[in-house]
């Protein structure tokens, strides 16, 4: 009897993996067609929070001009890398003009992020390609969202620009999210044992 339990639950385990398999490697595939943005603050008082939304707001404006035109991930990296200097500059003048003298740092790289909603899309959990942004010592809360395709600025059924980014199967996983919550928890429980082990 209990060489037959763990035979079905063998069984169940290896088909479990097999239907997810597809859906992990679509996940996957999002990661590489978005550009993400990070910011962190200096720390987590009222005022370090409310700066690092005003960073947020003069940097998206920045780049929402900046990829006005871009028609893929790789060139929205290369005007952000080209344009890095002025977005810091941006970010600074911005705290400048608010009474903070606080350095900001910025960079591209490879990062991971957990699920994340943003109002009627959900970005699974992953290692993506992203702005990072530092205000200060950068201790504080920190906000994220999708750069490219813009996101961030997106209200509620106006999420086009991602929507001709992706297949229509990946927009499917992220738009539909309450078909696919459970398959994006396994996901990013997967990531996690896979980071305590890689």
């Not at 063998?10 to 067609?33: D, G, Y």
Request: with cysteine.
């Amino acid at each position: 009897m209990k060489k037959l339990f763990k035979s079905i639950l063998f069984a169940l385990v290896v088909t479990s993996l097999f239907t997810f398999l597809p859906f992990e490697r679509e996940c996957r595939a999002i990661s590489k067609e978005v550009l993400r943005i990070h910011i962190l603050a200096d720390s987590d008082s009222e005022r370090d929070q409310n700066l690092k939304l005003k960073v947020r707001d003069s940097i998206l404006n920045v780049t929402e001009d900046l990829y006005s035109d871009v028609a893929s991930k790789e060139e929205a990296i290369r005007l952000t890398e080209k344009n890095l200097s002025s977005i810091i500059k941006t970010a600074e003048n911005t705290l400048r003009e608010n009474g903070c003298n606080k350095p900001v740092s910025a960079e591209i790289c490879n990062m991971d992020f957990d699920i994340r909603n943003y109002g009627d899309i959900t970005m699974p959990s992953g290692n993506y390609t992203a702005l990072r942004v530092k205000i200060g010592s950068g201790e504080g809360k920190n906000w994220w969202c999708v750069m490219y395709p813009s996101l961030c600025l997106y209200t509620s059924g106006d999420s086009k620009n991602l929507e001709d980014e992706l297949s229509d199967k990946q927009y499917e996983f992220i738009s539909d999210t309450p078909k696919y919550e459970f398959k994006f928890r396994i996901l990013e429980y997967f990531d996690y044992f896979c980071n305590l082990f890689g």
